[in-house]
T-cell receptor, first 116, second 114 residues
Framework: AQSVTQLGSHVSVSEGALVLLRCNYSSSVPPYLFWYVQYPNQGLQLLLKYTSAATLVKGINGFEAEFKKSETSFHLTKPSAHMSDAAEYFCAVTGLSGGGADGLTFGKGTHLIIQP | DTEVTQTPKHLVMGMTNKKSLKCEQHMGHRAMYWYKQKAKKPPELMFVYSYEKLSINESVPSRFSPECPNSSLLNLHLHALQPEDSALYLC?????????????FGNGTRLTVT
């Protein structure tokens, strides 16, 4: 069984400020973890993924996330927010083994608002 | 630009209409997926095709009928839909079946049922 909790359905930051989007997961097997971004009227774009290699994962558009097993967390950060970062962000988890028998489980999403 | 192409981008249909959504990829992927995404919600898996055979059907009502004519194409045939079926329908593909770490999503079809 697996699940994802994203803290905060809406996060608002000022342009140039640190972006922190929180994700906690639960998985009965070692997980793969993902962050996806969805701009209005578009599909999902993969920002970054953790697949059991380095715990600090760098993605596109200056985002990175750190896998912390002890905290069961995979928070997404970006040092300096840009107006173009305004979007919906989804954290997701799948089981590492067995071809992901439980599928890909998404969090409920966090809407990131960038204030000018 | 996305490597998974979905057409049409928008579709409005009545409850008695029959329509189809189309998805195409030319990455040589052998698995293709349909997801449904309601407003302000995460995507929900509907169907998975592996090597052109249906491998997962997440108890989707029969008014949604998937079809995979070849490894590059995936269709979703719609008939007698309800207004609550209005949503963004996303197609995805991956190299292998249930390779959840390798999903490539299209931009979706925004469906409105009137």
């Amino acid at each position: 069984a697996q699940s994802v909790t994203q803290l905060g359905s809406h996060v608002s930051v000022s342009e140039g400020a640190l972006v922190l989007l929180r994700c906690n997961y639960s998985s009965s097997v070692p997980p793969y973890l993902f962050w996806y971004v969805q701009y209005p009227n578009q599909g999902l774009q993969l920002l970054l993924k953790y697949t059991s290699a380095a715990t600090l994962v760098k993605g596109i558009n200056g985002f990175e996330a750190e896998f912390k097993k002890s905290e069961t967390s995979f928070h997404l950060t970006k040092p300096s927010a840009h107006m173009s970062d305004a979007a919906e962000y989804f954290c997701a988890v799948t089981g590492l083994s067995g071809g992901g028998a439980d599928g890909l489980t998404f969090g409920k999403g966090t809407h990131l608002i960038i204030q000018p | 630009d996305t490597e998974v192409t979905q057409t049409p981008k928008h579709l409005v249909m009545g409850m008695t209409n029959k329509k189809s959504l189309k998805c195409e990829q030319h990455m040589g992927h052998r698995a293709m997926y349909w997801y449904k995404q309601k407003a302000k919600k995460p995507p929900e898996l509907m169907f998975v095709y592996s090597y052109e055979k249906l491998s997962i059907n997440e108890s989707v009502p029969s008014r949604f009928s998937p079809e995979c004519p070849n490894s590059s194409l995936l269709n979703l045939h719609l008939h007698a839909l309800q207004p609550e079926d209005s949503a963004l329908y996303l197609c995805a593909s991956s190299q292998a079946a249930q390779a959840w770490w390798d999903l490539h999503f299209g931009n979706g079809t925004r469906l409105t049922v009137t």
